[in-house]
């Protein structure tokens, strides 16, 4: 069965290709994403915000809940490696005493 | 590993140097978000480098007495906790989650306020950022936990 899976890959790639096909240009000023609420952030981001950084506006304030789960996740990675690392840390120092204790045997 | 102190003076030096003026550049790329490239996420990472040098430089003996790994959590909760009351509260004074411009501080208004709030969270993130990534070094070089 292990040749199946480069006419898979070929297929996918060549559907890939042929899905890009229909993407609009790259900085295509008519394209969907560019028309729908782009034109309101750069227009009026002064206005509502008093901020000349665009990207800080949309980043903190119109897109503020996207911020705030990217910031759950790295308070929740950091968290993540400390409940892993401390569990090791503990197995490793039973591991070490044990080592001791055969030792004076 | 890293527990001693670096045997050099010229390490030592550079870095003792080297960390205000990256604690203080920190501070800037936070707070000078509003006008240029920066916010919370690339401060806090600066602040967090400054911390992980002197960890570096100054041993982790010394260095987790200058600033404990428990500070570090406290630090990232803090600033999740900055965050989601800046979610909040908004909410209780009758605004939407995350609306600024309803935050309960009396003396700005409108677009202002959501100057100011952009701010707290920017502050918020640095924060979060911050702890989080001294919280992982600490714990990677061992020894955080205690």
């Excluded at chain 1, 401390?86 to 044990?98: E, G, H, I, L, W």
């Excluded at chain 2, 800037?28 to 911390?51: C, D, K, R």
């Excluded at chain 2, 600033?67 to 009758?94: D, Q």
């Excluded at chain 2, 989650?97 to 709030?117: C, K, M, Q, S, T």
Aim: charged share 10%; aromatic share 10%; net charge negative.
């Amino acid at each position: 069965m292990k040749w199946l899976s480069a006419p898979i890959m070929i297929l996918l790639v060549a559907l890939m290709l042929y899905a890009t096909s229909g993407l609009p240009d790259h900085a295509d000023p008519q394209a969907p994403a560019n028309v729908h609420v782009s034109p309101t952030y750069i227009e009026d981001s002064v206005e509502d915000t008093h901020t000349p950084n665009i990207v800080t506006a949309v980043l903190a304030d119109y897109r503020g809940y996207d911020t705030l789960g990217e910031t759950v996740v790295i308070f929740t990675a950091g968290l993540a490696c400390v409940l892993v690392l401390m569990k090791r840390r503990s197995n490793d120092k039973a591991a070490v005493s044990k080592h001791h204790s055969s030792d004076h045997l | 590993m890293i527990k001693q102190r670096y045997q050099s003076i010229i390490v030592q030096t550079i870095c003792s140097l080297l960390i205000p003026f990256i604690q203080l550049f920190a501070l800037y790329v936070i707070f000078h978000g509003h006008y240029g490239p920066g916010g919370g996420f690339q401060g806090g990472v600066l602040l967090a480098v400054s911390i992980i040098l002197q960890r570096l430089y100054l041993g982790t003996e010394v260095s987790f007495q200058k600033f404990p790994p428990k500070l570090a959590l406290a630090f990232g909760a803090i600033g999740m906790l900055i965050f989601g009351l800046a979610g909040l509260i908004p909410m209780a004074t009758g605004g939407a989650f995350l609306d600024y411009g309803n935050l309960p501080i009396l003396w700005v208004h409108g677009a202002e306020l959501r100057y100011l709030g952009i701010l707290i969270v920017e502050i918020g993130i640095g924060l979060a950022v911050f702890g989080s990534l001294v919280l992982i070094f600490d714990n990677l070089v061992g020894g955080g936990g205690q």
